[in-house]
């Protein structure tokens, strides 16, 4: 719901706030003041187009804000949740500069934004009639909502739109299949090719990391021999000093003591600790010593070994360590390929059944839009005669030969079509040339769709033109109905629409000085009557025309 507008210099608006509720709210003013602006004013900030001569003489800029409650439109909260634009809270503020050079700066939520996702955020917002610029209900995806909303089969619409996503997706896999397919006995044959190479190798898991390590202890051995047995000479078989008979002397001359001062049992105790953790490296080096083998074949034969892995995993463009994992991997496709056909079957055969279920369901679809389309059809051509357009037939065309095949949204294109006069075509809505005939047809379609209708902000321009009398006062009613579940806007130049408003404003054009100014203000009950009675005796306003306003506005259900 937009709760409030602000603008200044804009056009001949210096500045202008104005706050609104729920409900139809009407806008009236003299002929030539102007009435449409604040229309034009939301249709700038929602992003349409603008140019420089909309500024306000002898000023930079014009600006617009307006803010919406949200709190209750799912759709635009997400959308702006998934544009990060979210701040959290039940408003959205939009909010347009246009500067006297022609350039404009959009902004949601004080967030710049280009014009693309404003439009698309704006259409979740508020809808307006009267300006084919603007109007949702043009478009066959929003008329195909409107007629499946009313119809209520949201489950039907969704399996259909799953199923058709599940045909792509399993078409796509089916097509990469085949594809693979056709390439499958050369890829085969270059797989067992490289595979056989790889198993007469007989590689074994790690087996390049042993093999590197034996490699590097033999091609050191003679390295290895002598310094460790240096270190055991040190250690323990130097007959006139080693390691291991010094520290038994150093250890004998502290136990002689120990008894003397009690702290040197725990230099006893290291010196101990030294001596075994001396006896069991010695008894390792022995064992390491023996097990040293100083094979020149043995060593001939790792290096030709790894010489060969080097070989290989240079020609897979990998490193030896991957050669294992490398088989493994090549093994696991030539399988996939060896079993493609069965895949192949089984998922043509799976896409079959999905097939099926998909025009089951489409089936069913159309069954029941076809049944919701005539009543729909139904309730807007009557709504439609009560709307000074007599002859006029809608109908709701679903044509099936204009669809892809599976289209998620079902076996029919959907198309709003009118004829208003006897004798001519049916043709879509779109194509309904007068402004007020399109405006008026928009509000029966609104009202027939009114407990269905998602966008909470209507605005309806023109919707007047060419009636009087009595249907003037039951397109004011139908507003007013309208305002019971929407926010509605209504600018009219009859009072007997005027009169159904929840709400009133006018819009005055006032010049001084050789300058024009745009007031816009909302009126009080009193104001309203006032107002009301200037519409229906214009200039000349007596008594009796003051009373027939206030008849007129107290008279409304």
């Known amino acids: 719901m937009l709760m409030q507008i602000h603008v200044s210099n804009l056009i001949t608006i210096h500045e202008l706030n104005l706050e609104f509720s729920s409900g139809t709210t009407v806008l009236t003013g003299e002929t030539g003041t102007g009435k449409s602006i604040l229309i034009d004013a939301i249709e700038l900030a929602l992003g349409s187009r603008a140019s420089e001569h909309i500024v306000r003489p002898g000023q930079d800029k014009a600006d617009i804000s307006l803010c919406f409650d949200i709190s209750k439109l799912p759709e635009a909260i997400a959308w702006l949740r998934n544009f990060d634009l979210d701040q959290g809270t039940n408003e959205c503020i939009i909010r347009r500069t246009i500067s006297k050079d022609g350039r404009s700066r959009s902004y949601i939520n004080g967030m710049p934004t280009t ?76 797989l067992s090719f490289q595979l056989q190479e790889l198993e007469e190798l007989n590689i074994t898991p790690d087996e390049f990391q042993a093999l590197d390590l034996e490699h590097k202890q033999l091609a050191h051995a003679g390295e290895l021999l002598q310094n460790i047995n240096v270190a055991l000479n040190f250690l323990t078989e130097n007959e006139e000093k080693n390691s291991l008979g010094l520290l038994h002397q150093a250890l ?101 059944k999905i097939e099926k279920q998909y025009h089951e369901t489409a089936k069913k679809l159309s069954e029941s839009r076809a049944k919701a389309s005539k009543k729909l059809a139904k309730e807007i051509t009557t709504t439609i005669h009560e709307l000074a357009l007599p002859h006029a037939e809608f109908k709701v065309s679903l044509d099936q030969d204009t669809i892809p095949d599976l289209s998620p949204h079902g076996l029919e294109k959907i198309a709003f079509e009118i ?56 397109v004011g009613k139908l507003l007013r109905y309208l305002g019971n579940t929407h926010q509605v806007f209504c600018i009219t130049h009859l009072p007997q629409v005027a009169a159904q408003g929840h709400h009133h404003v006018r819009v005055e054009k006032m010049t001084h000085d050789q300058i024009t100014q745009t007031h816009i203000q909302s009126l009080a009950h009193a104001e309203k009557i006032q107002e009301i009675a200037r519409m229906l005796g214009g200039v000349a306003i007596t008594q009796k025309t003051i009373e027939h306003a206030r008849e007129m506005v107290e008279n409304v259900e």
Do not use: C
């Not at 478009?139 to 089969?153: I, P």
């Not at 208003?420 to 769709?449: D, F, W, Y």
């Open 419 to 474: 004829t208003t006069n006897p004798g001519q075509p049916m043709q879509a809505l779109a194509k309904v040339a007068s402004g007020g005939e399109l405006s008026r047809i928009s509000l029966a379609i609104h009202i027939a769709t009114a407990e269905q209708h998602t966008i909470p902000t209507l605005i309806f321009d023109e919707v007047d033109v060419g009636i009087s009398g009595g249907v003037a006062e039951i």
């Open 115 to 190: 014009l693309q996702p404003l439009r698309e955020l704006s259409e979740l917002l508020i809808d307006i009639h009267g300006q084919h610029e603007h109007q949702t209900l043009l478009k066959s995806e929003k008329q195909r909502e409107m007629l499946d909303n009313f119809a209520g089969h949201p489950a039907l619409t969704l399996k259909v739109a799953s199923l058709a996503e599940d045909f792509r997706a399993l078409s796509q896999e089916i097509m990469a299949l085949q594809k693979l397919t056709q390439e499958r006995n050369a890829r085969t044959e270059f």
């Open 252 to 352: 004998q001359a502290l136990e002689t003591i120990q008894h003397v001062d009690p702290k040197i049992s725990s230099w006893v105790e290291n010196l101990k600790t030294a001596v075994i953790q001396i006896s069991e490296t010695e008894s390792d080096l022995q064992h390491y010593l023996n097990s040293v083998d100083l094979d020149p074949e043995r060593l001939s034969w790792l290096e030709n070994r790894i010489s060969t892995l080097f070989d290989v995993a240079r020609k897979h463009k990998i490193s030896p360590n991957e050669l294992y994992e490398f088989q493994k991997k090549l093994s696991t496709e030539l399988k996939e390929l060896a079993n493609s056909d069965e895949r192949l079957n089984q998922l043509s055969s799976h896409l079959k």
